[in-house]
């Protein structure tokens, strides 16, 4: 008898042991601030939601996967495609520059001696003008497919083709004019520019005015100081023989600040034409450089 309670005793103990472990390994009670815990984090949420509406519409998981992965495919691809074209096209644009502004070395006219200049390693050179252009007209072509190097490439194409066709470089111009920004007002000054060299001095005019209000819309963004029209303008009326408008567009470019030698060159002009206006204004400082623009 002592044995058997014995035995009962242990048995008892084990089963208490037992109870005791599983309770230990048991989840504690839901408590708000478990809950809080257990809450899965946003991607969890985003792939709780697709699962549910894979069984919404009884769509197979595997199909929403890839539609998943075709889009981050896509996605990456694209970025990497634009990326890749973009370098594409300023290598393009650079080499087309390159033959733009190349070296024109003539062979020597019979009787003259040739140059004794050893060529430079890399520096491209061109017998004359013609096959230069012609050459970097291409090269300006092939640049322009390239959607990051389009407007300015045709701009040069169209520079190009000034030299080589004056007519077509001017039509090409006229296209490049409407384009807004910095290739617009760019390809507005070389247009008025070879209208004037033409003697085409009225629609050369209306160029260059065009070309005041554009920069003056684009502010900051202009990229032809008012001086470069202004004095561009004058030169133009002095050549209509308007000497009253030729005065006003001088004074304004005779305040250049920037361009000390266009500011030289309008204030001589300015004196020539009207002295006294000339008197009554500081003389533009002499030397430092020049810009383009």
Partial sequence: MAIGVKLTTTRNKEKAKAKAAQAATAAPPMTPEREELLRPPAFDLFLQRIRQAVEETELPLGKIGLALLMVVVVSGGAYWFYSYNQAKGEQAFAEALAIYNAEVKEAPKEGEAAEDEPPVPGKKTYPDEKTKYTEAAAAFDKAAGYASQSFMSRYYAALCRLKLDPAQGIQALRDLSVTPGAVGQLATLALADALAAEGKVDEAIAQYQQLREKCAQAGN????????????????????????????????????RSMALLGQQAYQRLAALDPEMARQMPEPKQGGEDNTF
Avoid: C, M, T
Avoid at 239 to 253: N, S
């Fill in 221 to 256: 963004n202009a990229v032809v100081s008012p001086e470069v029209i202004a004095f561009a303008l004058g030169k133009l009326y002095e050549a209509k023989q308007d000497p009253a408008a030729a005065v006003k567009e001088y004074a304004i470019a005779a305040k250049s």
